[in-house]
């Protein structure tokens, strides 16, 4: 069974630009969620998407937003670049039911550089 | 709110040695616990876990137990691996809502010399 799927790996970016993130989740998991990891601030929870809809947002501005698809896919998009921006952003997905329901599994990550 | 914190580190150790990890945690009613390990260059993987009081997650010779008495999931492994060299995160999940959102300890390295 594959695991959590992001693209891309690696990316930078120049200060405001936007960027676009993509996430495919464990076959059959419907929760997909996005976390920020820095140095400074270590993991943060962004947001938590299921059926196609935000049920809970962590404390970040409006630049960044996120949506999923029918097929339980998930994309974020961060709009006018910062250089704090600058982190690894992971993409997790739980599948809700079963003994294991509220475990979450999380992707590689996709590295994102702001210069 | 909920939180978690948990022995910053570094540690450093010998192969073989003892490893203690110490995770406290705020929260109300009964969270769900978690250990996730990060290798370099990775993403988290999840080593234990355990959903209630009394319970006790194992993998890869790792143990925590979830002590309700005194807010505890402190993470332990008898002998450990050069392998092992990693950053080691505690959280919690809370039921209801907020179920699937994880909140994290800052994390500690662990660097096992041979």
């Known amino acids: 069974k594959a695991g959590v799927t992001q693209t891309p790996r690696y990316l930078i970016k120049t200060r405001g630009q936007q960027v676009t993130l993509s996430c495919s989740p464990i076959?059959?998991?419907?929760?997909v969620s996005w976390y920020q990891q820095t140095p400074g601030q270590g993991l943060q929870f962004l947001f938590e998407y299921f059926s196609e809809t935000q049920r809970n947002k962590g404390n970040f501005p409006g630049r960044f937003s996120g949506r999923q698809f029918s097929n339980s896919r998930s994309e974020m998009n961060v709009s006018t670049l910062e250089l704090g921006d600058s982190a690894l952003y992971l993409c997790?997905?739980?599948?809700?039911?079963?003994?294991?329901?509220?475990?979450?599994?999380f992707g590689e990550g996709s590295w994102l550089t702001v210069v | 709110g909920n939180s978690v914190t948990q022995m910053e580190g570094p540690v450093t150790l010998s192969e073989e040695a003892f490893l203690t990890i110490n995770c406290t945690y705020t929260?109300?009613?009964?969270?769900?616990l978690f250990w996730y390990v990060q290798y370099p260059g990775e993403g988290l993987q999840l080593l234990l876990k355990a959903t209630k009081a009394d319970d006790k997650g194992s993998n890869k010779g790792f143990e925590a137990t979830y002590r309700k008495e005194t807010t505890s999931f402190h993470l332990e492994k008898g002998s450990v691996q050069v392998s092992d060299s990693a950053v080691y995160f505690c959280a919690l999940s809370k039921g209801g809502g907020s179920n699937y959102k994880l909140t994290f300890g800052k994390g500690t390295l662990l660097t096992v010399n041979p």
């Open positions: 997790a997905s739980s599948p809700l039911t079963g003994a294991s329901g509220n475990t979450i599994y």
């Open positions: 076959s059959g998991h419907r929760s």
């Open positions: 929260a109300t009613g009964y969270p769900s």
